[in-house]
């Protein structure tokens, strides 16, 4: 690892930083990793997108259609493939906290930079506080490598931002990615700021984060690589202007991307998320490929929609 685990707060707010993406496997026909597929992707998001991390193996990599063995590999082919050039942080996300911490230990192992664990589904629970706390003390007593919290709805819940700001105070507790209404992560950026990168998933609101909250870090979903091209890399020019304070130039840049988005999310089948993606990602030339069991496919016409809308979008290719 690149610090110690008293190092990881430190490492994080000197490191993390910039659009990071969450990267969509792609399968094969007969459900295999298309692992040269997932190398190629993964050269062009760093290499011509100029993306600064990879948030592998999580929600838009159908995790929790892969058995443990190939959640490792998924996760050793990013961190050899980005090298260098890019930073990854590796979803350790399962509700048996021993995957978790296999997982996390396979991080550490293969030199990934960070892990990021999903707040855990609950039944019959209703004062959260405290069970969250002890979860994430669990996993940093036991693990060196910097975690991230996730909390998103998908948990059935959503954690309070003085729950989050408990568990930033854990020493290799370094960020979170917050799934939830704007009033929450501001609240917590107010609490918590200062000692863990906070972010949401949401494009829409990355430049005004930027701007009003201070924010740095783009942690992290899709748009970065559906959203841009080699010859069309406006997420990441608005980005820059964004950080070098000229806000009014940078809203032009990242509103004339407002057709990419209306044919994105005008296309995309209310239970079909990841297919459609995929279909999106292969529009651009890159691997895009199948999905697993449970998710389903797109129909020949969800395509050709897609499809159209996409030639009509104004995006460069």
């Known amino acids: 690892m690149k610090y110690t685990k008293q190092q990881a707060k430190e490492y994080a707010k000197e490191n993390m930083r910039g659009i990071w993406a969450a990267a969509l496997n792609p399968f094969n026909e007969d459900g295999t990793i298309d692992e040269a597929g997932l190398q190629k992707n993964i050269h062009h998001w760093i290499d011509d997108l100029q993306i600064s991390g990879l948030f592998i193996a999580g929600k838009q990599g159908e995790f929790w259609a892969m058995s443990l063995e190939e959640r490792k590999r998924n996760m ?157 890399k406006r997420m990441h020019e608005y980005t820059q202007l964004a950080f070098a304070g000229k806000f009014a130039e940078a809203r032009k840049v990242r509103d004339s991307l407002d057709p990419v988005r209306h044919a994105i999310k005008s296309t995309k089948p209310a239970g079909k998320p990841t297919a459609h993606g995929k279909y999106w990602q292969s529009l651009l030339g890159q691997v895009g490929g199948y999905v697993r069991h449970p998710m389903l496919e797109l129909t020949d016409a969800e395509k050709d929609a897609t499809r159209k809308a996409f030639e009509s979008c104004g995006l460069k290719v």
Request: glycine fraction near 4%; aromatic fraction near 8%.
């Open 76 to 232: 050793t082919i990013a961190v050899e493939t980005c090298g260098d050039k890019a930073q990854t942080i590796l979803s350790a996300s399962d509700q048996n906290v021993d995957t978790v911490l296999e997982l996390g230990r396979h991080a550490e192992q293969i030199g990934a930079d960070y892990i990021v664990v999903h707040a855990p589904m609950l039944s019959f629970c209703h004062d959260k506080d405290e069970l969250l706390y002890n979860y994430y003390r669990y996993l940093c007593d036991r693990l060196n490598i910097g975690i991230a919290m996730w909390s998103h709805p998908d948990s059935g819940y959503l954690m309070e931002p003085e729950t989050a700001a408990r568990i930033a105070e854990l020493p290799n507790i370094v960020a979170i990615k917050y799934s939830v209404p704007r009033d929450m992560y501001i609240r917590l950026t107010e609490l918590a700021g200062d000692r863990i990168q906070v972010s949401t998933s949401l494009e829409d609101d990355w430049l005004d984060n930027i701007e009003q909250l201070g924010w740095n870090l783009y942690l992290c979903s899709s748009p970065p690589y559906q959203l841009q091209t080699r010859a069309d």
